[in-house]
């Protein structure tokens, strides 16, 4: 401990005295859009374009000056264009980007006649995948694939995201990814993660940035990189909002509808948004299983799993940003989501001894109801202390309380041998409150010099109480093995500071983030618990070098953490069927991990990277024979020894015409996992792959499409083996009615190939298991924008119990 602060404050010192050689202020293009008398022009788009292809980078709007401004731009050559309804388009000439800021001559836009465009052509919507220097934009707003989706259905057909059969995310084939939605971490993982996401429809969602190798400034969690949900936010200037409906059908009927509204004027922004869907959903679960006993065949079991789960979901955001002066901005935002969900599920089990020959034939019924209503409160706050905005200070307040209400019923009957029915009546009541603060401090000195520096602390307190019976013959009894309460409180107070120079082709990033951590867990039934209080350091440092106009390189590298999350260490149950349940486990520890990753981009868009990730004591999703024998199986988290992952990717990015444009993304990884599990020594991976392809079609008259393919091939994950799966999707979309209205179809997994197939071996048992959903689906949805159409700057927000908020549960 005493060498980690010794070394940490050594570094801070260093990086300090030598602020005015570490430091960098990203290249800046900006510029001012005029009219032909001179005046300036508000809220007009300007894109960036590539100059090689004219494909759309980046696109802004004027502020009141006219002035806009682009960051964070690779070298290269580009051009400008803007417009502005009523007058006609313009654009600069070319210009190279290398370290150095640009200010570009004013752009005139003249009057418009007939709105006629003759030397370039320009995307009618925004590139579906942008690529920033540290992270892949992939923009949900304009896809046609949108349409009816969930945001967890949009993540997982984003490049390099998969989701596994029990919801787990992973980024390049790794899991521990933070989830953020609009600077918020979610409160979630895994199965619970999975419902969230199910319950914010896609309509709601701007845009999905993938952070594979993120700064300080974030928190340390997310080993695998962060996914940066941000949500629509209307820039209009008065009064405005849009509405959207849209339906669904697979095996069943999806429903979901939503409204925002905001009024913008002067000081003063109101917004708000409510969303509503009900969603059904189809499942089927078989599983066959086989047992041994000193390596000899004890005996097996087939189960048949089927039912509907209906969820029911309301998720609201409401606030308003006011300006205090020209410089200081308050804020205040709440958010809340309301979930029902009612799972009507039925099982049928055979089990066969070592001869094969039947032993038993029993069916149950499962009934699972689950109430989730969530709600925060946000407060913000963004002060410059000078006109430039070189030095600002940003201050949030975070709290939030979220509860759980499961209830479930798993009611079985005997064939086989003859018994007396059984029912197991579960009763689950969850509460987590989460308390945070967090304070930015950047300055920009003349010299181009940037500091970023900050402070937070977060305070989590956690109470799951569950309550079982075994209800025979109309008698109840209470089953003290299956019951119990488990309360978690933490504390983890952080600083970090971030520093940032250029060297004419050289860019240079380094940054130290200190977190100490301070944890209790106690579960009442055994009077059993823990407590853990630790000191880490997490590093991080960024090189650029620009080698010419064709080639670039970055080479990243950083030290990461994965804590457990609350339901991860909460040892209460979850039954799927008379045998098979899930739980938690309170002996995890954090997974840390080590991360470097090489980058070489050619032609500003061809992007190959190479990654390198070791990771210690790595958690994982297994499933294992139960403790209580009789042929039960546990689904629960356990801590392998490590894990080393190997990988690189390829973006290829391609326009065959003018209206076509293709963006093709290559994942391929070793992954190797070391440990000792259930009597099962594991050292094992194999390569995989990902493939995945989006066309995007320009149509002309307001019509669009998209067709986009999605292939991994077989993978190891642990005790896990996954066979080859894949999907393909198409959608449509029409622009109408002023481009106020917007029609989409879409048609999702048109060949249904996207179910799981996969395998979990063990010394002493053996499962295979193929899991289906409703992933086929054909879907309509409108949505009518109404109000004005002037746009002006929205602010960022963001919030500070990020990292609180992802880990308030676990997958169940």
């Known amino acids: 401990m005493a060498f980690f602060l010794r070394a940490g404050l050594l570094f801070c010192v260093l990086l300090l005295r030598f602020t005015t050689t570490f430091a960098i202020k990203d290249p800046i293009v900006s510029g001012s859009v005029r009219d032909e008398h001179g005046a300036k022009v508000e809220f007009a788009t300007v894109a960036l374009h590539r100059a090689a292809d004219s494909v759309v980078v980046k696109t802004e709007?004027?502020?009141?000056?006219?002035?806009?401004r682009f960051d964070k731009l690779p070298a290269g050559e580009y051009f400008v264009s803007a417009s502005q309804v009523g007058f006609e388009r313009s654009q600069t000439a070319r210009f190279a980007i290398s370290s150095i800021d640009q200010t570009l001559a004013p752009i005139q836009l003249r009057p418009s006649q007939k709105m006629q465009l003759k030397e370039v052509t320009v995307q009618a919507r925004k590139p579906l995948f942008e690529r920033e220097i540290d992270r892949i934009v992939v923009n949900v707003e304009g896809s046609p694939l949108s349409a009816g989706a969930t945001s967890l259905e949009v993540l997982s057909r984003a490049p390099g995201v998969t989701v596994d059969q029990n919801d787990n995310l992973a980024l390049r084939g790794k899991q521990g990814v933070l989830v953020l939605i609009d600077g918020k971490r979610v409160p979630m993982t895994g199965t619970e993660l999975g419902d969230m996401l199910r319950a914010l429809p896609a309509n709601s969602v701007e845009k999905i940035e993938l952070i594979t190798n993120p700064p300080a400034q974030?928190?340390?969690?997310?080993g695998a990189g962060i996914i940066s949900i941000k949500l629509k936010k209307d820039g209009r200037q008065g009064t405005n909002g849009s509405a959207n409906v849209s339906y669904g059908y697979g095996r069943y009927g999806k429903f979901s509808t939503g409204l925002s509204l905001n009024h913008r004027h002067k000081k003063l922004n109101l917004f708000g948004s409510y969303n509503h869907s009900d969603r059904n959903v189809y499942t089927q679960l078989d599983l066959h299983r086989n047992f041994y006993q000193n390596n000899q065949f004890a005996g097996s079991s087939d189960q048949a799993n089927s039912g509907k789960t209906n969820y029911v979901t309301h998720t609201y955001r409401a606030g308003l940003d006011y300006s205090l002066s020209r410089r200081t901005l308050l804020g205040f935002v709440v958010n809340g989501l309301a979930m029902d969900a009612e799972a009507k599920l039925t099982n049928a089990t055979r089990t066969f001894d070592e001869q094969n020959a039947l032993q038993s034939d029993y069916q149950?019924?499962?009934r699972r109801t689950l109430s989730i209503p969530n709600r925060a409160l946000n407060v913000n706050f963004k002060h410059s202390f000078d006109s430039t905005g070189r030095s600002e200070l940003t201050v949030d307040g975070d709290i939030a309380h979220y509860e759980t209400h499961r209830l479930q019923t798993l009611a079985t009957t005997f064939v086989l041998p003859v018994r007396t029915p059984t029912t197991l009546d579960g009763n689950l009541n969850g509460a987590l409150d989460i308390r945070s603060g967090k304070a930015d401090f950047t300055h920009t000195f003349s010299n181009k010099l940037r500091l970023d520096a900050g402070v937070k602390m977060s305070w989590v307190h956690s109470d799951n109480n569950v309550l079982f019976k075994n209800i025979s013959e109309g008698i109840s009894v209470i089953d003290t093995g299956k019951s119990n309460q488990f309360r978690y409180d933490e504390n983890i107070n952080a600083l970090y500071v971030n520093l940032n120079k250029t060297f004419k082709k050289l860019t240079i990033q380094a940054g130290l983030r200190g977190e100490q951590t301070n944890v209790t867990g106690y579960q009442i039934s055994g009077n059993t618990g823990f407590e853990r209080n630790y000191f880490q350091l997490f590093p991080s440092i960024f090189?650029?070098?620009?080698?010419?106009?064709?080639h670039d390189l970055s080479l990243s590298l950083s030290r990461r953490i994965d804590r457990p999350t609350y339901n991860q260490?909460?040892?209460f149950r979850a039954y799927i069927d008379a045998t098979t349940y899930f739980t938690g486990n309170p002996s995890l520890f954090p997974q840390s991990s080590y991360n470097i990753e090489l980058t070489h981009t050619f032609r500003q868009k061809f992007v190959t990277s190479f990654i390198y990730t070791r990771t210690d004591q790595p958690?994982?999703?297994?499933i294992q024979p139960a403790p209580e024998g009789n042929r039960q199986a546990v689904s629960t988290f356990q801590n392998l020894t490590r894990s080393d992952y190997f990988g690189i990717t390829l973006a290829v990015p391609v326009q065959p015409t003018s209206w076509w444009t293709i963006d093709n993304n290559v994942v391929a990884y070793?992954?190797?996992f070391i440990g000792n599990l259930a009597g099962t020594s594991i050292n094992r991976g194999i390569p995989t792959y990902t493939l995945n392809s989006t066309s995007t079609f320009t149509l002309g008259r307001g019509w669009t499409a998209d067709l986009s393919g999605r292939y991994q091939s077989r993978e190891l994950y642990g005790f896990l083996d996954i066979r080859p799966l894949g999907q393909l999707n198409v959608a449509v979309q029409k622009s109408m009615w002023g481009k106020k209205g917007t029609l989409r179809m879409n048609v999702t997994d048109i060949f249904y190939t996207n179910p799981v197939h996969a395998t979990a071996a063990y010394a002493n048992y053996v499962e295979r298991f193929n899991q289906r959903q409703d992933t086929r689906i054909a879907t309509a949805s409108f949505t009518y924008r109404f109000g004005s159409?002037?746009?002006?700057?929205?602010?960022?927000?963001t919030g500070g119990a990020e990292d609180e908020k992802r880990r308030a549960g676990g997958a169940s």
Do not use: C, H
């Open 61 to 68: 709007f004027s502020d009141e000056s006219g002035t806009f």
């Open 218 to 222: 974030y928190d340390a969690a997310g």
């Open 364 to 366: 149950s019924a499962n």
């Open 543 to 550: 090189f650029k070098q620009s080698v010419s106009k064709l």
């Open 569 to 571: 260490l909460n040892p």
């Open 619 to 622: 958690i994982v999703d297994v």
């Open 670 to 672: 070793y992954n190797r």
């Open 789 to 797: 159409d002037t746009i002006a700057p929205s602010r960022r927000r």
